[in-house]
């Protein structure tokens, strides 16, 4: 009898382990990802830094498989053009201390964001916006960090946001406008298998 419950306690154990790992990401599966392709960020905040390492921590990139560029046409018009890039992958968020470092106003980060995204656009590229640091990277209206959502979102062709980041729905109600597939990570370290799912490495 003892056996028996030490066995029960341990199923309940793994029962409970595989439901959290199950539930780490969420909606839409990713969609399948193409190399090379171009990570970036929107509004200079730590998480296109950030986004990187995981990258390269989920086993599932290798360093040629793309590049990363915090500001791309900043100072060269042809920084999506140098190699043949399948995706522009920007993850969205602010920080007043990134744009600080870099010597530029929001404003400035936002005709820059136009500009790179209407040559995505030109390019034919896929644009991937992901939101990985949840609420830490939400604002009121008209914030560095709502305006820099809203410079991107609407040009997705895929959306991968933290779950409390969509709190108020603002990134699920824009997918579904797009008509685009969305997927939820709860913590930030589970973008890891949002990249695993999307560069499957057999």
Same mark, same amino acid.
Request: aromatic share 8%; net charge negative.
């Given at each position: 009898?003892?056996?028996?419950?030490? #066995?029960?306690?341990?199923?309940?154990?793994?029962?409970?382990?595989? $439901?959290?790992?199950?539930?780490?990401?969420?909606? %839409? +599966?990713?969609?399948?990802?193409?190399?090379?392709? #171009?990570?970036?960020?929107?509004?200079?905040?730590?998480?296109?830094? =950030? +986004?990187?390492?995981?990258?390269?921590? !989920?086993?599932?990139? #290798?360093?040629?498989?793309?590049?990363?560029? +915090?500001?791309?046409? @900043? *100072?060269? !018009?042809?920084? #999506?053009? @140098?190699?043949?890039? *399948?995706?522009?992958?920007?993850?969205?968020?602010?920080?007043?201390?990134?744009?600080?470092?870099?010597?530029?106003?929001?404003? %400035? /980060?936002?005709?820059?964001?136009?500009? =790179?995204?209407? *040559?995505?656009? @030109?390019?034919?590229?896929?644009?991937?916006?992901?939101?990985? /640091?949840? %609420?830490?990277?939400?604002? @009121?209206?008209?914030?560095?960090?709502?305006?820099?959502?809203? +410079?991107?979102?609407?040009?997705?062709?895929?959306?991968?946001?933290?779950?409390?980041?969509?709190?108020?729905?603002?990134?699920?109600?824009?997918?579904? /406008?797009?008509?685009?597939?969305?997927?939820?990570?709860? /913590?930030?370290?589970?973008?890891?298998?949002?990249?695993?799912? =999307?560069?499957? $490495?057999?």
């Amino acid at each position: 009898m003892r056996s028996l419950k030490v #066995l029960l306690f341990f199923v309940a154990i793994l029962m409970v382990f595989n $439901t959290f790992v199950l539930a780490a990401v969420t909606g %839409d +599966a990713p969609i399948k990802g193409e190399t090379p392709f #171009l990570l970036t960020n929107a509004g200079q905040g730590p998480g296109g830094k =950030m +986004a990187r390492l995981l990258m390269f921590q !989920s086993k599932a990139l #290798l360093p040629t498989d793309f590049d990363y560029n +915090a500001e791309p046409l @900043k *100072e060269d !018009s042809t920084d #999506l053009t @140098k190699k043949d890039y *399948e995706i522009l992958f920007v993850i969205i968020g602010s920080s007043a201390k990134g744009l600080g470092a870099s010597g530029i106003t929001i404003d %400035d /980060e936002i005709k820059r964001l136009n500009l =790179m995204i209407e *040559e995505a656009k @030109k390019l034919g590229m896929t644009i991937i916006a992901a939101q990985i /640091e949840g %609420d830490a990277r939400r604002g @009121k209206t008209g914030s560095a960090d709502e305006r820099s959502i809203d +410079a991107i979102i609407p040009f997705a062709d895929y959306i991968i946001v933290k779950k409390d980041g969509d709190s108020d729905g603002k990134f699920t109600n824009m997918a579904q /406008e797009l008509g685009v597939p969305i997927t939820y990570i709860d /913590e930030t370290l589970d973008f890891m298998q949002v990249v695993q799912q =999307m560069f499957p $490495t057999e």
